[in-house]
């Protein structure tokens, strides 16, 4: 597996990595209908491209297949961290936070973690600061605010 930075090419990729992750890996903690509103199958790839170039963006790569891909703005905030279906529990994720966490100023990381991921967090020394829930489509998602020092 190798670490790259992102490209604008690899907009459409991640999406759908996200989207797959989403529906297939987070399924076991919540319900189709939280899925399809999490993930919609539709996207603003402008949107997602401009947020990707704006922050620090690191793609893994793995027999040239996109196996998952993570980013963090300036202020410390991980925003999205995904790794493919089949490639889960190997490292990717370990390896793509640990490049983001060392590539901010802060001293404190912080991210929104969903059900599925908090093992994944809390094993890495986050701690959770609230449980809340996000609203989308008019259904509550459950999630944490978490932070590390760094």
């Known amino acids: 597996m190798t670490l790259r930075e992102y490209n604008p090419s690899d907009c459409k990729y991640l999406y759908s990595l996200f989207y797959d992750t989403v529906h297939l890996v987070n399924a076991q903690d919540y319900s189709q209908q939280q899925l399809d509103v999490w993930a ?16 620090y963006t ?3 790569v793995e027999n040239g297949i996109i196996v998952g891909f993570g980013d963090i703005d300036k202020t410390g ?3 999205r961290l995904y790794v493919h ?3 889960q529990r190997q ?8 490049k983001l966490e060392r590539a901010v100023d802060t001293h404190t990381v912080r ?4 059900i599925t991921a908090l093992p994944f ?12 829930y996000a609203v989308r489509g008019g259904l509550k998602l459950k999630n944490y605010l978490l932070e590390t020092k760094i």
């Open 91 to 98: 490292g990717i994720a370990t390896a793509i936070c640990d």
């Open 85 to 87: 279906k089949d490639y």
């Open 40 to 55: 919609t199958g539709s996207a603003d790839l402008e949107k997602w491209n401009r947020e990707f170039c704006e922050h």
């Open 121 to 132: 967090f809390l094993s890495r020394g986050y701690v959770v600061i609230k449980e809340q």
């Open 77 to 79: 905030y991980l925003d």
């Open 111 to 114: 991210t929104h973690s969903s």
């Open 58 to 60: 690191i793609v893994a």
